[in-house]
């Protein structure tokens, strides 16, 4: 069976975006791939989260991962930081990374550019350390979305370096895992293209019925369709493209056909909306608020997850040290 990672850093909440673009296609994933997903606490540390933060911010997105369907039963649900073999590799890794190569990420540029105070050595290598993630484990197949197309690039590239310099024949390079139709883009509600944390335009997995109304009926809207069967502006394709995710088929149907013909009312169009995301989030909502109170439950999931996280990752680093020159030692 082949193996699938993926992780994703503990910066807050997960929003329509995250779950529909990512965690709905992994639940589909888990039965016929050895899943690995795990949350990248050691990556967060680049943007100087306060050590108080951490372990809350790892524990919400635990909770908001098993309350959208993945199953710390079927797949290895783990936290970076427990696997400490990861951290070993990463310090030999780097020996073997490029400062000119690093430097030319085009993460770490934009990074760099929105925050000039704060260029540290982990930005830098950031790229190696999610390709060490990977590697650890072994993966053959990495779901990533465009921003991260490059890392999965560098990490094939360390993996042939590896290979090279020391004349083996260890790590296979890892593929993008491609959901195909079921990729989607989650538009945002103000007229920008993307749902995004940083966007500031999330409806997320924990927002109360209330919440979410307000943020739907706030929704950019224009001046309706000025002659029948017209093209789509942005700001009306979004509302439809989120309709797609959470509304039936007739509905969508009512609601395309009353744009055809111009009667469409936006406020009615908002409002449906707004019931049929409801009903996606309100129980995910329900089972994160019991599963976040659960600390012993959490605890155990992270604790299964880092010993069978630690199954490869320590048969790597024994085989990586020695590869290196080093002895092999238990841990
Ligand atoms: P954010 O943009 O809020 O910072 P992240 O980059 O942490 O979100 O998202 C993690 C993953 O969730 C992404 O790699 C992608 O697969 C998915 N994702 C996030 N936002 C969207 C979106 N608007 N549409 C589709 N997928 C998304
Ligand atoms: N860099 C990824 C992100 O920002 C998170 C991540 C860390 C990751 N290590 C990984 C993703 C390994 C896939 C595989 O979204």
Aim: charged share 25%; net charge negative; hydrophobic share 35%.
């Amino acid at each position: 069976m082949q193996t699938v990672l993926s992780g994703i850093r503990p910066t807050g909440d997960l929003h329509l975006g995250n779950y529909f673009g990512a965690l709905r296609n992994f639940v589909r994933l888990q039965n016929d791939y050895n899943c690995f997903f795990f949350v990248a606490d050691y990556h967060s540390l680049t943007t100087h989260p306060h050590p108080a933060d951490i372990q809350n911010n790892v524990r919400k997105i635990l909770s908001q991962y098993i309350a959208s369907g993945l199953d710390p039963e079927k797949s290895t649900i783990y936290i970076q930081s427990d696997l400490v073999e990861t951290a070993e590799f990463y310090m030999l890794m780097n020996m073997n990374a490029y400062i000119g190569e690093l430097e030319r990420v085009v993460s770490f540029k934009e990074k760099a550019r929105q925050n000039p105070d704060n260029v540290n050595a982990g930005l830098l290598t950031y790229a190696v350390l999610m390709a060490c993630d990977i590697l650890i484990q072994r993966a053959d197949l990495v779901p990533v979305g465009k921003d991260q197309e490059q890392h999965l690039e560098m990490t094939c590239k360390f993996a042939r370096r590896f290979n090279n310099i020391y004349g083996v024949e260890y790590f296979k390079e890892p593929k993008a895992f491609s959901f195909g139709d079921h990729l989607v883009k989650v538009p945002g509600l103000d007229g920008s293209g993307k749902m995004g944390k940083s966007e500031g335009n999330g409806i997320y997995l924990i927002d109360s019925d209330k919440d979410i109304r307000k943020k739907v009926m706030k929704a950019v809207t224009d001046l309706g369709p000025q002659a029948p069967n017209s093209e789509k502006p942005e700001v009306i394709q979004n509302l439809f493209t989120l309709m797609e995710l959470v509304s039936d088929k007739s509905t969508i149907e009512h609601f395309e056909a009353a744009w055809n013909d111009c009667s469409i009312r936006y406020g009615d169009m908002k409002k449906q909306l707004a019931e049929d995301i409801i009903k996606v989030v309100t129980p995910i909502r329900e089972r994160i608020n019991d599963i976040y109170n659960d600390t012993e439950y959490l605890d155990r999931v992270a604790k299964m997850g880092a010993e069978k996280a630690r199954v490869n990752a320590q048969k790597t680093i024994q085989d990586v040290r020695e590869i290196f020159g080093f002895r092999r030692i238990h841990y």
